[in-house]
């Protein structure tokens, strides 16, 4: 049936592959001039890509205010949070409520967690996807570090349609690392990352297509609001 063999597409990923090479479970490179990050390449088939991006269409993606200096601005891009029940996410200021998990969303979550884990807590709940619909769409420098993210998690970012490149700026010296995402690839940021490094998709001049990116992440459920009793 049309239905179960679209599901399989998301169970089967990379499951030909030796344990050892699916995924990088600690960072690719131990250089401490590198981020402590892995790059793996071609994570989604065009398939899998095709069908998140089909869904993304459907998503109820905002360009929410923030108040920088005093003065408001739409953010410089689109994004929509979608976590389990009670995974409340303060993010640049402004309390997003968990959207449901959408079909291929939730099976793109279901299998980063089958194949990174399971590591109990820190299993991803909630994902941000954020939508940079041309080149002056961007993300600025910044850490994940909400409180009300699993402290020892890693962060897992899925990339989709055009290729833009992350650059990663250590707090210490200002060293910077610059990393081509591209259609389809998988970066895990590994702890401490988030305390060391920043990371930003800086604006291009150039004419770019839409890139669509999910961001995976473990949050403490309920750190916003108690659980009813
Ligand atoms: O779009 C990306 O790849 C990065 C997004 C990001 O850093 C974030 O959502 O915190
Ligand atoms: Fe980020």
Same mark, same amino acid.
């Given at each position: 049936?049309?239905?179960?063999?679209?599901?399989?597409?998301?169970?089967?990923?990379?499951?030909?592959?030796?344990?050892?090479?699916?995924?990088?479970?600690?960072?690719?490179?131990?250089?401490?001039?590198?981020?402590?990050?892995?790059?793996?390449?071609?994570?989604?088939?065009?398939?899998?890509?095709?069908?998140?991006?089909?869904?993304?269409?459907?998503?109820?993606?905002?360009?929410?205010?923030?108040?920088?200096?005093?003065?408001?601005?739409?953010?410089?891009?689109?994004?929509?949070?979608?976590?389990?029940?009670?995974?409340?996410?303060?993010?640049?200021?402004?309390?997003?409520?968990?959207?449901?998990?959408?079909?291929?969303?939730?099976?793109?979550?279901?299998?980063?967690? &089958?194949? /990174?884990?399971?590591?109990?807590?820190?299993? =991803?709940?909630?994902? %941000?996807?954020?939508?940079? @619909?041309?080149?002056? #769409?961007?993300?600025?420098?910044?850490?994940?570090?909400?409180?009300?993210?699993?402290?020892?998690?890693?962060?897992?970012?899925?990339?989709?349609?055009?290729?833009?490149?992350?650059?990663?700026?250590?707090?210490?010296?200002?060293?910077?690392?610059?990393?081509?995402?591209?259609?389809?690839?998988?970066?895990?940021?590994?702890?401490?990352?988030?305390?060391?490094?920043?990371?930003?998709?800086?604006?291009?001049? &150039?004419? /770019?297509?839409?890139?669509?990116?999910?961001? =995976?992440?473990?949050? %403490?459920?309920?750190?916003? @609001?108690?659980?009813? #009793?």
């Amino acid at each position: 049936m049309k239905t179960e063999c679209q599901f399989g597409l998301f169970d089967d990923v990379s499951a030909s592959l030796p344990r050892s090479e699916r995924l990088v479970f600690t960072p690719q490179s131990d250089d401490p001039d590198r981020p402590p990050i892995s790059h793996i390449r071609h994570y989604l088939t065009s398939r899998q890509q095709q069908l998140l991006l089909g869904e993304c269409a459907s998503y109820p993606f905002s360009s929410p205010a923030v108040t920088v200096f005093g003065k408001s601005h739409p953010i410089p891009r689109q994004q929509v949070w979608f976590a389990d029940a009670g995974c409340e996410y303060r993010y640049s200021g402004l309390l997003m409520a968990p959207m449901p998990w959408p079909h291929y969303a939730g099976r793109l979550l279901n299998q980063l967690n &089958r194949e /990174l884990g399971p590591a109990p807590g820190r299993e =991803f709940n909630g994902c %941000l996807v954020n939508r940079y @619909r041309h080149g002056s #769409d961007a993300m600025g420098f910044h850490a994940d570090d909400e409180p009300e993210l699993v402290s020892d998690a890693m962060v897992a970012i899925v990339s989709l349609g055009q290729s833009r490149p992350m650059l990663f700026r250590r707090n210490r010296d200002g060293l910077k690392y610059r990393l081509l995402l591209q259609a389809g690839d998988l970066l895990l940021m590994h702890p401490p990352m988030q305390s060391l490094w920043q990371h930003a998709i800086p604006k291009s001049r &150039r004419a /770019l297509d839409e890139r669509v990116s999910f961001t =995976f992440r473990a949050i %403490l459920p309920f750190y916003h @609001r108690p659980a009813d #009793d």
